[in-house]
């Protein structure tokens, strides 16, 4: 596994509608190995193949539903996050019910926004071997599943966004300019 460079905006990459994977081969095995090994590393908690400069339908997320835990559980009640893997992945269908929340981007470093999103979908594709797999995720999970898949249809979540201001790179200080 290797970490990959992460491409910023404007990389044309980020703009164009990734291809279809039809070879699951050990070329892409390697790739979804690094993307999660990249997405730890950043940090974040999903990661589109185009990010890492692959023009390829592949998505990884990885979330701990104790993260929409406004209680606070404590670290020995905590579920470890959950990795999914999809490839080819679409959502085929959207809660009518949608929510405003704020998102950044690894592609567009020290930028966040606010973006309206379907509160809940249904996500389907393909795990890493190539079986179906169906996916239902509310809130913050449907939030990064609907910004991963918008990167594949080369939307970035300034396109979608409400309200964008710029994250100071002190720790703890947001300044909401606007951008």
């Given at each position: 596994?290797?970490?990959?460079?992460?491409?910023?905006?404007?990389?044309?990459?980020?703009?164009?509608?990734?291809?279809?994977?039809?070879?699951?081969?050990?070329?892409?095995?390697?790739?979804?190995?690094?993307?999660?090994?990249?997405?730890?590393?950043?940090?974040?908690v999903?990661?589109?193949?185009?990010?890492?400069?692959e023009?390829?339908?592949?998505?990884?997320?990885?979330?701990?539903?104790?993260?929409?835990?406004e209680?606070?559980?404590?670290?020995?009640?905590?579920?470890?996050?959950?990795?999914?893997?999809?490839?080819?992945?679409?959502?085929?269908?959207?809660?009518?019910?949608?929510?405003?929340?704020?998102?950044?981007?690894?592609?567009?470093p020290?930028?966040?926004?606010?973006?309206?999103?379907?509160?809940?979908?249904?996500?389907?594709?393909?795990?890493?071997?190539?079986?179906?797999?169906?996916?239902?995720?509310?809130?913050?999970?449907?939030?990064?599943?609907?910004?991963?898949?918008?990167?594949?249809?080369?939307?970035?979540?300034?396109?979608?966004?409400?309200?964008?201001?710029?994250?100071?790179?002190?720790?703890?200080?947001?300044?909401?300019?606007?951008?």
């Amino acid at each position: 596994m290797a970490i990959r460079d992460i491409v910023f905006l404007p990389e044309p990459v980020l703009r164009r509608k990734a291809h279809k994977v039809t070879d699951f081969g050990p070329e892409l095995q390697t790739l979804i190995d690094d993307m999660v090994e990249t997405m730890r590393e950043a940090p974040g908690v999903g990661l589109a193949a185009p990010q890492v400069a692959e023009p390829v339908r592949v998505i990884v997320v990885e979330y701990s539903e104790d993260d929409d835990d406004e209680d606070g559980a404590s670290p020995e009640k905590k579920k470890p996050p959950k990795l999914y893997t999809l490839v080819n992945p679409e959502i085929t269908r959207f809660s009518d019910e949608k929510v405003v929340g704020t998102e950044g981007c690894l592609s567009v470093p020290n930028i966040l926004g606010d973006v309206n999103r379907s509160l809940a979908v249904t996500v389907k594709g393909l795990n890493r071997h190539g079986k179906p797999v169906t996916i239902k995720a509310n809130g913050w999970l449907a939030r990064i599943f609907q910004h991963e898949v918008d990167h594949l249809e080369g939307i970035i979540f300034v396109d979608l966004a409400e309200k964008l201001w710029k994250v100071e790179e002190s720790p703890g200080q947001v300044i909401k300019d606007n951008v």
